[in-house]
């Protein structure tokens, strides 16, 4: 969950989950909000350990490994559209589906918050559809496979 505060007119970004990891069991005391490597945005994740986790951990490593993501060259709001692209082809790439859930709908809602610098995105692709939250940077990123 993420919101945009005033205290004092000044805006912050909230951005708070619980700490329970669920896959097929439950671990109560994991990060579910994860600091991007650029240090203005945010990833968080509800639903399905399975999927969120290691798109999470790829959005990390993309921003690491591509300048303008890293060096803030990219707003938010592009960084938003480049992960989602990585994202796309991550979902692509999943194969071997247990039987008989070759079909199966992942739970599972990423969030991504930053610090806004442009308008946001309402929708992105048939397969992943981001839901602006207010007039904040967040955005929820589900994922339909």
Not at 49 to 71: C, E, F, H, V
Request: aromatic letters at 6%.
């Amino acid at each position: 969950m993420a919101w945009i505060r005033t205290l004092v007119g000044t805006e912050e970004l909230v951005v708070v989950s619980d700490s329970r990891l669920r896959w097929g069991r439950s671990w109560d005391c994991c990060p579910k909000i994860l600091m991007l490597p650029r240090t203005d945005s945010v990833i968080s994740f509800a639903g399905s350990t399975a999927y969120t986790y290691p798109l999470m951990l790829q959005a990390i490593n993309a921003i690491r490994m591509y300048p303008p993501a890293m060096n803030r060259g990219m707003s938010v709001e592009q960084l938003r559209g480049y992960l989602l692209q990585i994202f796309e082809n991550m979902r692509r790439d999943i194969h071997d589906f247990p039987k008989p859930k070759d079909n199966e709908q992942p739970d599972a809602l990423i969030l991504l918050s930053g610090i806004r610098g442009g308008s946001h995105v309402s929708e992105c692709g048939p397969s992943i559809t981001i839901e602006a939250l207010s007039d904040s940077t967040s955005a929820h990123i589900v994922m339909d496979t």
